[in-house]
C-alpha cells in the first residue's frame, strides 16, 4: 500500500469518527470543544484530498469509480460533520441573549414530580399527554429548548424514533412536539390500540 493511500485512509477515518461525534456528543460539548474538533475536521479535510488527489492521479483507469466513490464517501460524511457543528454552534448563539436577559431561566430544574414515559403505546398515549401537558409544555418557565431536551427524556422506542432527528434547540420543540402529537393523538389508533387488548 502506497503513502498517499496510508494518509487518504488515515485522514478518512478521522473524518469519518468527527461525524459520529457530531451526530453522537455535539450537543454535550462546550463552546471550546466544538470549535476544536471543527478545526481538526477542517485539518483532516485538507489531508484527505491532498492524499487522494495523488491517489487518482496514480490509479489506473479500472480504479477511477472506486476511487471517485471513496472521495464522495468522505464527502458526505465530512459535510455532514461540519452542518452538525455549525448547527450547535447556531443554536447557542440563538440562546446565548435569552440566557443572559433572563438569568433565572439557567437555573430551572426539572420538576420534582417524576416525568411520565412513552413508548409508542397508543394505549398510554392520552395519560402520556395530560401529565407532560401539564408538568411540562404548560409551563412558562421552561424555554422550548428545555422542554425538547425534557420530551426526548420522556420518550422510548418508536416513539422516540419519531423525533430522534430534531437537535436540542428552542426553534425545534413546537415541530417536534405537533409532530409526535399528530402521530398519536388521533382516536382511532388509540381505539384500534385499545381493541388490540380484548380477545377475539
Keep these: ?3 498517499s493511500v496510508k494518509t487518504r485512509d488515515s485522514a478518512l477515518n478521522a473524518i469519518k469518527g468527527y461525524m ?13 470543544s466544538i ?13 484527505f484530498n491532498s492524499a487522494q488527489d495523488t491517489v487518482e492521479i496514480s ?10 466513490s471513496v472521495r ?51 394505549t398510554e398515549w392520552i395519560g402520556f399527554f395530560d401529565t407532560f401537558s ?8 421552561l424555554s422550548n429548548g428545555q422542554k425538547l431536551h425534557y ?9 422516540l424514533k419519531i423525533i430522534s432527528g430534531f437537535k436540542i434547540c428552542d426553534v425545534n420543540y413546537e415541530e417536534a412536539w405537533d409532530l409526535l402529537k399528530s402521530r398519536y393523538k388521533v382516536m382511532r389508533v388509540i381505539v384500534e390500540g385499545h381493541l388490540e387488548l380484548w380477545p377475539t
Design 1 to 3: 500500500m502506497s503513502s
Design 20 to 32: 459520529a461525534k457530531s451526530v453522537d456528543d455535539a450537543f454535550t460539548m462546550d463552546a471550546e
Design 35 to 47: 470549535k476544536s474538533y471543527m478545526q481538526l475536521l477542517s485539518e483532516q479535510w485538507t489531508r
Design 59 to 68: 490509479c489506473g483507469s479500472e480504479n477511477v469509480d472506486i476511487e471517485e
Design 72 to 122: 464522495i464517501q468522505a464527502e458526505t460524511w465530512y459535510s455532514t460533520a461540519l452542518a452538525n457543528f455549525n448547527r450547535v454552534q447556531k443554536c447557542r448563539a440563538e440562546a446565548q441573549p435569552a440566557s443572559v436577559s433572563t438569568p433565572v431561566s439557567a437555573a430551572i430544574r426539572l420538576p420534582k414530580m417524576e416525568l411520565p414515559k412513552f413508548s409508542g403505546d397508543s
Design 134 to 141: 401539564a408538568l411540562v409544555d404548560c409551563n412558562a418557565a
Design 151 to 159: 420530551l426526548r427524556s420522556c420518550l422510548r422506542g418508536d416513539a
